[in-house]
Structure formats: C-alpha cells, structure tokens
C-alpha cells in the first residue's frame, strides 16, 4: 500500500499517512475552504489500511489551529480509528499534541478524548 503524503499550506495541514509504519500524522492549520473535500482522500487511504493495518497504528495530531468544519472532520477521523480499534485487528493509540500555553488546543485534546474510545494522550510540546 502507497503512503499518502499531503504538503501543508498556510490554510491545510500537512497529512503523512505511512502504511509502512502505522503512523497518521496531521499537523499545522486545518482550515480549508472545503473541509470534507480536503480530508475525503485521508478517508479513502484510511478505509484501504484498515483492510490490512499494521499491529499498531499511532494517530499524531499536531494542530496550531482548526475551525470548525475541520473539527467534525478530525471527529471522523478518529471514530474510523475507534472502529478500527474495536474490530482488533489493530492497537490504535492517539498522540495530541498541544503547545504549553494552547488551552485552546489542550481541551480540544481532551474533548475528543471524551468522545471516542481510543488511548489518547496529550503531549505538550
């Protein structure tokens, strides 16, 4: 299976999707002007590695900032992870990553860790 490798902009984040090692890594800004649109090939890679995913997959979420569509958009991608989790057929653990004094960024971390069934932590960086 390819990766999927997706250069960040001033407006979109940089998206790595390594099948070789079981890492999604999303960082930067998540704002595009069509969100669904932005994150629909990070669904699609995301479907084809769940067919034959790695014994560990590890969701690095790296955000400056997200807006709002972008938010329901990183809810999908971690309830296709919580899917994934559940069928077993991988360990899914989720690395959220917030600078020291990004309140904002913190307890959006720890919202989605309310929501989903996935180990989640959050890192300061």
């Avoid at 390594?18 to 669904?36: C, D, F, Q, R, W």
């Avoid at 669904?43 to 690095?60: D, G, I």
């Avoid at 309830?79 to 991988?90: A, C, I, N, P, Q």
Wanted: charged residues 25%; negative net charge.
């Amino acid at each position: 299976m390819e990766d999927l490798i997706i250069s960040g902009t001033n407006k979109t984040p940089e998206v790595k999707l390594l099948a070789g090692t079981g890492v999604i890594e999303i960082s930067g800004k998540s704002i595009p002007e069509n969100s669904v649109e932005f994150y629909q090939p990070v669904f699609s890679w995301m479907e084809s590695y769940f067919e034959n995913p790695l014994p560990k997959t590890e969701a690095r979420i790296i955000l400056e900032y997200f807006n709002t569509s972008s938010s329901k958009c990183l809810l999908d991608v971690l309830r296709k992870l919580e899917t994934l989790k559940s069928s077993g057929k991988s360990d899914v653990v989720v690395l959220w990553h917030y600078e020291t004094d990004d309140e904002d960024m913190m307890e959006a971390g720890q919202d989605y860790d309310a929501l989903v069934d996935l180990p989640f932590q959050l890192i300061q960086i």
